[in-house]
């Protein structure tokens, strides 16, 4: 998903002039993506590398300021103290000394 929200940022940004209805089309597709990313479950540690990499893309923007940022980086940094935390209590049989506490119930 990580990839499709990136090219549909570049066609934003390389084919322009482009009519208003479009734009605003690939922007409302963008948001899904990046919605659906923030919420995507994490299985994996790529699962929360690519949460850090679009918070990564929201940063560095060129527009500046994304309405999304702050809640695309809390989430991925509560993904993953969950994800770190539930590996270390499988593997332990506890919660992690340092991630439990940042977990959100």
Known sequence: MLALHQEIERLRRDHQPMPDRAMDALGDAAAVLRSAIIDAPVTCE?????????????????????????CAAAGAFSDLAAFRNEEWKQDIGSSHPNYAAHVQQ
């Open 46 to 70: 790529a699962d929360v590398a690519s949460k850090f990499r679009l918070v990564a893309a929201l940063i560095e923007h060129e527009s500046g300021e994304f309405s999304d940022e702050y």
